[in-house]
């Protein structure tokens, strides 16, 4: 099948995302930002999670949360593509809120076929939901949790549980005897308990979430093929996020060498400066056509997108990484203090740089495609 | 139906179903003779020959300069040239030879001359009787081009050019030159004036070519000296003082981010020809052995070579992209990457397959046991050609920028 030349990304999609962005920029500019979840520096104390649960019911009440709910089970129905415009948005304010992972739940769900819909009707009543699939040693395969169920009855620890202490559901895979099945778990349901980690990122929460006797209600056995149909739409989401955030930092540094001066001389003047980060807009951009043809192929081309989507996440781990180095590096000594917003970026890319696969584990997954096993 | 096919025009479906019935019938055979990997390094008249018979059949069957106006020796179609470039490619052609007078000199000839010499002069470009040759950088003025010293004096109503020339690619099979020279010492810029000059027939007459060899032991470019070569004051494009302005329109369409786009054919598959791409990485690695098994296996080749793979597909993409105006933030952002990008990606490449080889990237393209035909090697040097040619990777990094990021210019 064809990909359309314009990635598939119309007339509506480009509204969505002219629209997130001005959402983003007025209800929580940086400097609020900061101000709500960077109030206190101890690297001691347990994250806040600083967040406004009422502008995320405000992005529900726009309807941002069921865009990539199918229009049978009550959402929009919107494509890969323009999801992937509203991540970029998302990732450029930083802005804290669950809506990758209802997103990321909504992609399980929808590769769940009939079997997901009541699960999506919830996400299209405007509940929240995120994925619990992760273990211990923070493996990227889906077979592998360290959550078990038995007769119905989840036990163990889901682990790296994104935005956990913001939503109404979890998403979890768990080892039954029927193989990897799914459940989907309300997150405040008896036994279900929310160990919050303490972690860099201050733009997110994160937790491991202990199921003791957890009754569950099972939503395919086949959690091993949803998931796995559901990753390419995961990575692609994310990386979208790292552009963004990543064109911030790219912004924010060029308006900042171009304002400083040292030896009579904007620093912007010295290509010791410029050439770096002209470097990090190359790799940006690299990153934002990889991403759009990612979820393009997602939608237009479905042979294509796995290995299109192991791309734009193993290039955009590089942005994060690249982007953030570079952009406190040429900020010089006020770069590296907690009263520059830069470090809610530098944090936030850092987190999304390893989350669902770095970009080394990306590309060892693009070679078997490419390259295949090799005696 | 192919990808592109999809999306034509009425006009491009019909252009594109005439390109692929022509080239099933007029497609050449591979040469008798051994072709260079680029235009660039066309050493002798058979060669040249070959490709110039080709370039005029295409030109006659309406494949080259298809969306120049009909005036001026063009197809006069809209948006066609793409079309018959993706088809000459799919069809594995050779490339043209007349590549700086298509890439460079029609689009400058085009927006700056007038249209008598427009008329005179495209039809014989357009078909490769007339190869065309840049005169942009001197012994003295490289990256700092605006500080170029030829010299052009106003005797009667001729011009007489003296000065020197460098790095001219294809000056000694070409009939004109593109030349940037000086109408006035007192400016830097505005003391700048752009021509064509017939350079062949003036050869003994105030014209000397002499052959460079390159890094890879190839010819290919030469320097081209001036000592009082008289033009006309017809064969100079735009005003007196109008040079730098006109050599952007030219650098423009060099660096691939002008308005025209260039014909371009090749993908012509022999042993004679490589092309520096990662499907080509892929196969090398398979057949190259390391610790008694395929490089291919080896971890850490694998990452890198996907690491080129991704950068390769980033640039196509960011090409698709350049032409969706709701995700670009700056109109020239992804243009102006074009040539850094394209450069550095296949030297990356090249450099990465000599890894591959290990000892046998010691084997050039005389020897008999060399991997690919000794080709590798050769893309590694010529790789330099491009990263420094048309700008430096480092004048493309400040274009970038002072054009795109806005950052105080380094000068």
Request: hydrophobic letters at 40%; aromatic letters at 8%.
């Amino acid at each position: 099948m064809a990909q359309p030349d314009n990635f598939g990304f119309g007339e509506e999609a480009a509204l969505l995302k002219e629209s997130a962005r001005k959402f983003f920029a007025e209800r929580l500019p940086v400097d609020q930002l900061h101000a709500l979840v960077a109030a206190d520096p101890d690297p001691e104390k347990m994250s806040e999670c600083g967040w406004k649960p009422e502008l995320w019911q405000q992005m529900v009440d726009l309807g941002w949360s069921v865009l990539a709910v199918p229009e049978a089970a009550g959402g929009v129905g919107m494509p890969v593509v323009a999801m992937a415009g509203l991540a970029e948005e998302l990732g450029r304010a930083a802005f804290p809120c669950p809506l990758l992972g209802t997103l990321n739940a909504s992609y399980v769900l929808v590769a769940c076929g009939a079997a997901g819909e009541p699960a999506l009707a919830e996400i299209a009543e405007g509940r929240s939901a995120t994925l619990a699939i992760t273990n211990r040693e923070g493996s990227w395969n889906a077979g592998d949790a360290d959550v078990a169920c038995e007769d119905g009855v989840l036990n163990g620890t889901a682990w790296f549980v994104q935005d956990a202490r913001k939503v109404d559901r979890l998403l979890v895979s768990a080892r039954s005897p029927a193989g990897l099945s799914l459940y989907w778990v309300a997150a405040d349901a008896p036994g279900v308990t929310i160990r919050p980690d303490a972690i860099v990122d201050l733009t997110r929460d994160q937790a491991h979430v202990v199921f003791d006797q957890v009754e569950a209600q099972e939503v395919t056995s086949n959690g091993l093929a949803a998931l796995n149909a559901a990753f390419p739409s995961i990575w692609t989401t994310l990386a979208a996020d790292i552009v963004g955030a990543a064109e911030w930092q790219l912004q924010t540094t060029v308006e900042y060498v171009g304002a400083r001066k040292q030896f009579d001389r904007p620093l912007g003047f010295f290509q010791a400066v410029k050439h770096p980060l002209v470097d990090v807009m190359v790799q940006i951009d690299q990153t934002k056509s990889l991403v759009y043809n990612a979820a393009c192929a997602i939608d237009t081309e479905p042979e294509r997108a796995l290995q299109y989507a192991h791309m734009a996440k193993a290039s955009a781990s590089e942005t994060a990484a690249f982007a953030s180095g570079r952009s406190v590096q040429c900020h010089g000594g006020i770069g590296f203090t907690w009263e520059c917003f830069l470090h809610l970026y530098f944090k936030r890319q850092k987190h999304s740089q390893m989350l669902w696969g770095d970009a080394a584990w990306h590309r060892a997954r693009l070679a078997e495609i490419l390259i295949g096993e090799v005696a | 139906m192919s990808d592109n096919a999809r999306k034509d025009t009425p006009e491009q479906a019909e252009f594109r179903q005439h390109c692929r019935e022509w080239l099933a019938q007029n497609r050449p055979d591979e040469p008798s003779v051994r072709l260079p990997q680029t235009a660039l390094e066309i050493m002798t008249n058979e060669q040249l020959s070959y490709l110039q018979d080709w370039q005029k059949a295409a030109y006659q069957a309406g494949l080259v300069g298809c969306d120049y106006p009909v005036a001026v020796g063009g197809g006069g179609r809209t948006d066609c040239q793409r079309v018959a470039n993706e088809e000459m490619v799919a069809a594995r052609t050779p490339y043209f030879p007349n590549i700086i007078g298509l890439g460079m000199a029609a689009p400058t000839v085009f927006y700056h001359g007038q249209e008598a010499l427009k008329e005179r002069l495209l039809p014989r470009l357009f078909s490769g009787e007339d190869i065309w040759c840049q005169g942009f950088s001197e012994p003295g003025a490289g990256s700092d081009l605006a500080s170029v010293q030829t010299f052009a004096e106003k005797q009667g109503d001729k011009w007489v050019i003296n000065g020197h020339k460098v790095w001219t690619s294809l000056a000694h099979f070409a009939e004109w030159m593109i030349l940037l020279l000086r109408t006035d010492k007192s400016h830097k810029y505005d003391g700048l004036s752009y021509f064509v000059v017939p350079i062949r027939s003036a050869l003994g007459k105030g014209v000397t070519v002499r052959p460079l060899i390159k890094i890879t032991g190839e010819t290919g470019f030469n320097e081209v000296i001036f000592e009082g070569l008289e033009v006309d004051d017809g064969f100079r494009l735009d005003e007196l003082g109008k040079g730098w302005q006109v050599a952007m329109t030219t650098l423009l369409h060099e660096r691939g981010a002008g308005e025209l786009q260039t014909p371009r054919a090749g993908g012509m598959k022999s042993k004679s020809t490589h092309a520096n791409n990662t499907p080509n990485l892929i196969e090398l690695a398979r057949s190259c052995q390391r610790d008694g098994r395929p490089a291919a296996a080896d971890p850490l080749l694998r990452d890198r070579i996907m690491q080129q793979v991704i950068c390769e597909q980033g640039l196509n993409h960011n090409q698709r992209r350049s032409r969706v105006p709701a995700l670009l933030d700056h109109p020239m952002r992804l243009a102006l990457q074009n040539k850094l990008l394209a450069s550095e990606i296949a030297q990356d490449t090249a450099a990465l397959a000599l890894e591959i080889e290990g000892a046998a990237a010691s084997l050039y393209m005389g020897d008999e046991n060399a991997p690919a035909g000794g080709q590798w090697p050769l893309c590694y040097m010529n790789s330099y050609g491009m990263t420094i040619a048309a700008g430096t990777s480092e004048v493309q990094r400040n274009i970038l920028g002072e054009r795109v990021l806005g950052l105080p210019k380094s000068k």
